[in-house]
């Protein structure tokens, strides 16, 4: 149990019982309606805005993006040359962990419970065994009006290893 003076839970009384809220349980839905925005609407927000990130500009590429690496926290986005989201990645895998739990998507949940919660994938794809890049797991492509939603599992497990949510315009 986390302590009620953690700053991400929340406490209600209710019938003379203490309820503790997670306050970290977001919805595929509000990240979405992150993309296309501002990075300054997404820093100000809680819980982000108290996160700690490394920014990086990659300046060498042909269209200039900017990097948000919240490493402790398993959250990164990345903005075009107008300071605008682009994607936003939260990890599941063994070394970067979410710190907070996307209501209806445990980070445990299977294929089929992905699938079962997000509707058919537009697209899917197989796991590979990339002689550079090493082993990446099943992957799931879910098309929304304005965002795509991909999501990769594991390569030794049927859970999630990676969500991203990207602009439908970025996407490849």
């Keep these: 149990m986390v302590p009620l003076g953690d700053s991400r839970v929340k406490e209600f009384r209710n019938c003379g019982k203490v ?3 997670n306050l970290m349980n977001f919805t595929i839905e509000k990240f979405s309606n992150y993309l296309g925005k501002e990075d300054s609407s997404l820093l100000g927000d809680a819980p982000f805005r108290s996160w700690t990130f490394k920014k ?6 042909e269209k ?3 990097d948000y690496i919240f490493a402790q926290d ?3 986005f990345v903005c075009d040359e107008a300071d605008k989201v682009t994607c936003i990645f939260l990890y599941f895998d063994r070394s970067r962990s979410f710190r907070g739990s996307i209501q209806g998507l445990p980070s445990i949940s299977s294929r089929q419970e992905v699938i079962a919660h997000l509707g ?3 697209e899917s794809g197989g796991g590979i065994n990339d002689p550079i890049l090493g082993e990446y797991g099943a992957w799931d492509r879910f098309a929304r009006p304005g965002c795509v939603i991909h999501v990769e599992y594991r390569h030794d497990a049927d859970v999630i290893n990676k969500i991203t949510l990207m ?3 970025v996407a490849p």
């Design 120 to 122: 058919s994938p537009s």
């Design 74 to 76: 398993g959250f990164d």
């Design 167 to 169: 602009r439908a315009d």
């Design 56 to 61: 990086s500009v990659e300046t060498d590429l």
């Design 19 to 21: 309820i503790h809220e």
């Design 64 to 66: 200039p993006r900017i």
